[in-house]
């Protein structure tokens, strides 16, 4: 399976640790989870019924076997990251090492008065410990998230390398704006890079840059990128206050960082999106590949779950959103919303783009505009 030297190593023991927590995950969610779907669907009062989702919600945690498996599912997360975190820990000197050794391109500037918006400052988003802000003065919090961002996802989204969501947007690009050759490039909430890369890739004489509230992460990230051959010049700021003048970049991009912010900041980043580009840019949103008002019953329990047990407050207010009206707000023309097929070898012609999910992992929402 492909990998990075930045990658946290594991012992046989750390490695049996996190595949278990893998196969609990999925123990969980294929053998347990059925069956509190089903009494869902018993105790539905019917789509005529006022607050119909909270009145089941309500019903099912009534019983102690649904709240034993919703608790499980949040000890599950919680024993995620303490082992990876202890793993990642046992290597901090040789990580260090490895990011003080990388080939010295790219860059890095940190805001040293920088304050995370209060959306993230509430809570440990997916209950990582610290969230995305945690910064030690090191890159430890970058190596956790890394790897325990691949345990999470069960591998689905390109293994090691979680990239599948930056190969997707490429996809999404060559279908949709065949024409685009982007020079100046930006990902807002760019995390430690999986996304980043694979756009820096396809289009290698871009000038590439990151913006995330983690100083941490974009330490993490540069080393990463550098061992990865690719140059991209990170920055730490907030995608509603991004600390770049009008017009000063071809390709402005998210990877599922709109369910992690608020309804209010959706809003923001759109018109911040806008004034980025120069005329003719793309903006391009990556996003879980869910409509609330597609989902089913329990589907939409799901995301009441996700909010309760896995600090996922704005989960319903982005997949509720109306990004072709917002996008129009902000002054977009020539909107794309759907679906795109996921894939970890975007081809030019090869299309993928519909207004049908595949579902989870298959395929991922997109919105995108041009200014």
């Given amino acids: 399976m492909m990998s990075h030297p930045m990658l946290p190593a594991t012992t046989h023991d750390e490695a049996a640790a996190q595949l278990f927590v893998r196969d609990f995950k999925m123990?969980?969610?294929e053998s347990v989870e059925p069956g509190h779907r089903a009494r869902a669907e018993r105790l539905d009062p019917g789509a005529s019924s006022n607050a119909r989702v909270e009145t089941v919600y309500d019903r099912l945690?009534?019983?102690e076997g649904f709240r034993a498996w919703a608790s499980l599912r949040r000890t599950s997360q919680e024993m995620l990251w303490a082992g990876v975190s202890e793993s990642v820990a046992r290597q901090a000197d040789s990580l260090e090492a490895l990011a003080a050794a990388a080939p010295e391109h790219g860059s890095l500037t940190l805001d040293p008065n920088f304050v995370q918006p209060a959306y993230l400052d509430s809570g440990d988003v997916h209950l990582m410990p610290g969230g995305y802000a945690h910064d030690d003065g090191a890159l430890l919090q970058g190596a956790v998230m890394?790897?325990?961002?691949?345990?999470y996802m069960l591998g689905r989204n390109g293994g090691l390398m979680n990239d599948v969501r930056g190969h997707t947007i490429v996809a999404h690009i060559f279908a949709q704006y065949p024409d685009l050759d982007p020079r100046e490039i930006l990902e807002l909430g760019c995390g430690v890079g999986t996304s980043l890369i694979p756009v820096a890739s396809a289009f290698p004489d871009a000038q590439v840059h990151g913006i995330?509230?983690?100083a941490a992460m974009l330490r993490y990230a540069l080393a990463r990128a550098r061992h990865l051959g690719a140059?991209?010049?990170?920055?730490?700021?907030?995608a509603e206050n991004p600390p770049f003048p009008d017009a000063s970049f071809d390709l402005v991009f998210s990877s599922v960082l709109?369910?992690?912010t608020s309804p209010a900041a959706i809003a923001n980043i759109m018109a911040q999106c806008y004034r980025l580009l120069k005329p003719g840019g793309v903006v391009v949103h990556l996003e879980v590949p869910n409509r609330y008002d597609e989902?089913?019953?329990?589907?939409?329990?799901r995301g009441e779950i996700e909010a309760d047990y896995n600090n996922e407050p704005n989960?319903?207010?982005?997949?509720?959103?109306?990004?072709?009206?917002?996008?129009?707000?902000?002054?977009?023309?020539?909107?794309?919303?759907?679906y795109q097929a996921a894939t970890s070898t975007p081809l030019r012609g090869a299309g993928g783009f519909s207004d049908t999910s595949m579902g989870t992992f298959r395929s991922w929402f997109v919105a995108s505009a041009r200014k």
């Fill in 27 to 29: 123990f969980l969610t």
């Fill in 61 to 63: 945690h009534a019983d």
């Fill in 146 to 151: 890394d790897r325990g961002g691949a345990v």
């Fill in 212 to 214: 995330d509230v983690g």
């Fill in 231 to 238: 140059t991209v010049h990170l920055h730490q700021g907030d």
């Fill in 258 to 260: 709109l369910h992690e």
């Fill in 295 to 301: 989902l089913d019953l329990w589907g939409k329990i």
């Fill in 315 to 338: 989960w319903k207010a982005a997949i509720s959103a109306d990004y072709r009206a917002l996008l129009a707000q902000a002054g977009f023309s020539d909107i794309a919303v759907g």
